[in-house]
Each structure stands twice: as structure tokens, then as C-alpha cells.
């Protein structure tokens, strides 16, 4: 009997989100593992639906460009929950637009030592204009080495280039539910023009 309860719940709350996605403007949403096929797959539906919305192609490239960047910083720096190198890096992904422009927000898991590091480069970042950009992006390409997870640091610097925009992002503490880490969202945002 509680299985029944627990079931009609929950499809009382997917039917409500199904209702709600649409009036808050939220195009897509992925919870899960982030793995390169699971980019490719969302690829093809944001193109999908940024066809369907008759988006420019500029916007679309911007929009591709943010979405596969964040996708790949969770598959390769969201942080596992145990030491398990096979565990999948786990992550959300949220595509949302308005008239004015397309909301890219991601989420994942990283360890607190790292909060303070990770905000003093986006707030670095955030804190140059176009060409200062441009010449980090051409720096780290130059004199960057690979980090252990593949990466070369060019993440945030290509999303704020691209995009032409600053990054949003929070930091929440999930001290009661699993102490030692924090869930780490980003919203970047691609206007539309």
C-alpha cells in the first residue's frame, strides 16, 4: 500500500513539473551521469528545439558552444561522492530561454576545499573585458599544461568569451547532506540578437 503512495506521489509531482517547465520558459532538463554520449544526445535536441524557435544561426553557435563547454566541465571536474574512479560524474543541465535570451544552468557536485579557488577564477574571469579574454584564452593555450582530468582551464574562459557575458554562479553548502561538499551551479546566459 505504501509503494501505491509513494508512486501517486511522485507522479503528482512529475505531472506538476511537466505543467510548470513550460511557464517558467525551461526547454530542456537533464539529471544524471554527464558522459560524452549523453552531450551528443542533448546536443541534438537543443538543436532540435533552437530550429523549432527559428534561432539565428550566431545564437545557435553560442548556445552549442556554452551548453558542450558546461557539459564537459561536469564530466570532467563535478567530483564523485566515493573514491570509485568508475563512479560517473554526475551533474544537471537546464536549457531556458525568454525573448531577450537562452539561460544555460548546470550543477554538480565539488569538494569545499575547492570553493575558494574556483570562485577567486570565475570572479577573475568575470572581471575582464572581451580582449583581456582573448588574450587569457591564447595564454592558457600557449602556456596552460593538462590537468589530470584532461582539461587545460579554458572552460570558463571560452563560456565567458562566447557568450559575451559574465558567469552567475552559487556555491550551496551541503553541509547536512553530505558533509564536505558544495553543489556548484553556473548560469550563463546567450542573448538573443
Not at 80 to 93: F, S, V
Amino acid at each position: 500500500m505504501e509503494n501505491s503512495f509513494s508512486s501517486n506521489r511522485f507522479l503528482e509531482y512529475a505531472y506538476k513539473l511537466y505543467q510548470e517547465l513550460p511557464t517558467k520558459e525551461i526547454n530542456l532538463v537533464y539529471v544524471g551521469g554527464v558522459t560524452s554520449e549523453v552531450t551528443r544526445n542533448f546536443t541534438i535536441m537543443t538543436e532540435e528545439n533552437l530550429l523549432r524557435h527559428a534561432e539565428q544561426s550566431p545564437v545557435q553557435r553560442k548556445v552549442f558552444n556554452v551548453m558542450v563547454e558546461t557539459m564537459q566541465n561536469i564530466s570532467r571536474h563535478a567530483d564523485r561522492i566515493t573514491d570509485d574512479p568508475d563512479e560517473i560524474r554526475r551533474g544537471i543541465i537546464i536549457i531556458s530561454h525568454s525573448d531577450e535570451a537562452y539561460s544555460i544552468v548546470t550543477g554538480n557536485l565539488v569538494r569545499s576545499e575547492k570553493v575558494p579557488t574556483l570562485q577567486e577564477r570565475i570572479d577573475a574571469i568575470n572581471a575582464m573585458d572581451r580582449q583581456q579574454l582573448s588574450a587569457a584564452y591564447k595564454q592558457q593555450i600557449t602556456q596552460g599544461t593538462i590537468s589530470e582530468s584532461g582539461g587545460a582551464g579554458l572552460g570558463f574562459i571560452d563560456v565567458a568569451k562566447k557568450s559575451g557575458q559574465k558567469i552567475d554562479y552559487r556555491f550551496l553548502d551541503l553541509v547536512d547532506e553530505l558533509p564536505g561538499f558544495h553543489f556548484f551551479m553556473t548560469i550563463c546566459t546567450v542573448v538573443r540578437k
